[in-house]
């Protein structure tokens, strides 16, 4: 069956655009989570659904950063008036239910560059 | 902020011979999960134990874990080519999230 799909593979934004990152996760699927990773580092959790509720969005960086999952389904995550250090790997997941003892489904990840 | 740190940060041995990554972290946990990561790629879920678990046993990869010292390890047996990969540890705690680590960078030589 089908994976997380995530588009675009690559994005480069000049700073100050705004980038909008699209994700499909798995059919079925309650939980999304975002995360930005840094080149050499692990993933670092951004902000998470459920179903189209976002219950956690602690992790984002800024209020440059907003995540919205209005039908339960597709992600997007909006990034305003980018900047130089938005420049990282970001990547979907989701999983079946509640997290707990849940693995969790990753996507490729958009590669995002700012010039 | 990283939760744990994986050790060591770079590995590289010869085919058919055994890994092993060792992961610390910092809270307490519900669980910890392995992942690998090809390169340019997403992350693919191998293997989690839970708190009350101290080994677990998927093909030719061994994880063990201790609580007390809040450390767990991560051993692939008769290394393949293919293993080639990062390899990050996560902790789940009280809540939903994962925390990962900065990850081991496998290379199997053939």
């Known amino acids: 069956g089908a994976g997380v799909s995530q588009s675009p593979r690559y994005k480069v934004a000049k700073r100050g655009q705004d980038v909008a990152l699209r994700c499909d996760p798995i059919?079925?699927?309650?939980?999304l989570f975002w995360y930005q990773q840094a080149l050499g580092q692990g993933p670092e959790f951004l902000t998470y659904f459920q179903n189209e509720a976002q219950l956690d969005k602690s992790g984002l960086p800024s209020d440059r950063f907003f995540a919205e999952r209005p039908e339960g389904s597709v992600s997007t995550l909006k990034i305003q008036r980018t900047q130089q250090e938005d420049s990282a790997v970001y990547l979907c997941?989701?999983?079946?239910?509640?997290?707990?003892?849940?693995?969790?489904?990753f996507g490729d990840g958009t590669r995002l560059s700012i010039l | 902020s990283q939760q744990g740190e994986e050790d060591p940060q770079a590995l590289s041995i010869q085919e058919g011979e055994n890994a092993t990554m060792n992961c610390s972290y910092k809270t307490s946990i519900n669980n910890l999960q392995w992942y690998r990561q090809n390169s340019g790629r997403g992350l693919v879920h191998l293997i989690l134990?839970?708190?009350?678990?101290r080994e677990k046993h998927s093909g030719r990869l061994r994880v063990t874990l201790d609580t007390s010292k809040k450390s767990s390890s991560l051993l692939i047996t008769a290394s393949r080519a293919a293993d080639t990969a990062s390899y990050f540890c996560a902790t789940e705690g009280s809540n939903y999230k994962l925390t990962f680590g900065k990850g081991t960078l496998l290379t199997v030589n053939p």
């Open positions: 997941a989701s999983s079946l239910l509640r997290v707990a003892y849940q693995p969790q489904h």
């Open positions: 134990i839970r708190s009350n678990e």
């Open positions: 059919s079925g699927h309650v939980s």
